[in-house]
């Protein structure tokens, strides 16, 4: 079992910059894949990034590619995701979730991941 917390979401103007992060419990977290994952009012949770359970794979959604960057600290059982650039439309709710994983790969689809937090409020305002 495994418990994810975020935090560090908030307002900011666009360009701006957040660096979110996600607390894991339990001694085995890092034998998770972690991922970010996003959902914008109205709209259907979506992918943006994730990070392989040695932190040595990274993938990202295009649409953050080069504004986003996701990274785990192993000793503090923390993944973050510092978001740079900002734009109204990353605006949403970000979840961070973990997945058990036998290699060292990185996951992209939602239904891969056994554990989620319940989410940290990012907005942006133009």
């Known amino acids: 079992q495994v418990q994810l917390v975020e935090s560090g979401g908030g307002l900011v103007q666009a360009g701006g910059s957040l660096r979110l992060s996600c607390a894991a419990s339990?001694?085995?977290?890092?034998?998770?894949?972690m991922g970010w994952f996003r959902q914008a009012p109205g709209k259907e949770r979506e992918f943006v990034a994730a990070?392989?359970?040695?932190?040595?794979?990274?993938y990202y959604t295009d649409s953050v590619k080069g504004r986003f960057t996701v990274s785990r600290d192993s000793a503090k059982n923390t993944v973050y995701l510092s978001l740079n650039s900002l734009k109204p439309e990353d605006t949403a709710v970000y979840y961070c979730?973990?997945?058990?994983?036998?290699?060292?790969?990185?996951?992209?689809?939602?239904?891969?991941?056994?554990?989620w937090g319940q989410g940290t409020q990012v907005t942006v305002s133009s």
């Open positions: 979730a973990a997945k058990l994983a036998s290699s060292d790969i990185t996951y992209s689809s939602q239904a891969r991941y056994d554990y």
């Open positions: 339990g001694r085995t977290a890092n034998s998770y894949a």
């Open positions: 990070i392989s359970r040695s932190g040595g794979r990274l």
